[in-house]
T-cell receptor, first 113, second 114 residues
């Protein structure tokens, strides 16, 4: 079962707008990762943020992590049609199990041209 | 550097049959993990291998098994297939066993059980 929840489940925006997706989790983490998946394909790693980091950037992506609230957010700025995909947050199932990832339910992002 | 490769990309089987899926990790990566993705259950961890040893296993029945070879390539096997095994099976590789290293996913094998 998934122990990370993401919201919204679906998000539709116009090209050029920003998209924000949120992820909540229940147990302590040492890192959290965000992935993108284009329809029915493999996952593409976007960003890994460690528990001692509050914010991380990669191009048009910005990830924040609030360990006190057990939540993270992914911001995509100046969205493009090519950003249309499902976005998942993932964390280790237990702090010591770096390779066992628990995924959230995902946010389906649609960017309209 | 080549990415994670999975073969075959698509499979159609019938109930009761068995299937073997293959995964070749990124060169130099010694950890391989497998995940099952279905519309109902989402992405679920199956198992992880490191240096030919299964390190962790998810909550799947014994019909799901796997192994890793000395060159880090991995296979997973599903026996006595059920309709509910229809899914996208994803393999991921990573560089180290410990630490917060990201996992790199292959394109997946789409298994359809009829």
């Amino acid at each position: 079962s998934q122990q990370g929840e993401e919201d919204p489940q679906a998000l539709s925006i116009q090209e050029g707008e920003n998209a924000t997706m949120n992820c909540s989790y229940k147990t302590s983490i040492n890192n959290l990762q965000w992935y993108r998946q284009n329809s029915g394909r493999g996952l593409v790693h976007l960003i890994l943020i460690r528990s001692n980091e509050r914010e991380k950037h990669s191009g048009r992506l910005r990830v924040t992590l609030d360990t006190s609230k057990k939540s993270s957010s992914l911001l995509i700025t100046a969205s493009r049609a090519a950003d249309t995909a499902s976005y998942f947050c993932a964390r280790p199932r237990t702090p010591g199990s770096a390779r066992q990832l628990t995924f959230g339910s995902g946010t389906q992002l649609t960017v309209l041209p | 550097k080549a990415g994670v490769t999975q073969t075959p990309r698509y499979l159609i089987k019938t109930r009761g049959q068995q299937v073997t899926l293959s995964c070749s990790p990124i060169s130099g990566h010694r950890s391989v993990s497998w995940y099952q993705q279905t519309p109902g259950q989402g992405l679920q961890f199956l198992f992880e291998y490191f240096s030919e040893t299964q390190r962790n296993k998810g909550n799947f029945p014994g019909r799901f098994s796997g192994r890793q070879f000395s060159n880090s390539r991995s296979e997973m096997n599903v026996s006595t297939l059920e309709l509910g095994d229809s899914a996208l099976y994803l393999c991921a590789s990573s560089l180290e066993l410990v630490g917060g290293n990201e996992q790199f996913f292959g394109p997946g094998t789409r298994l359809t059980v009829l």
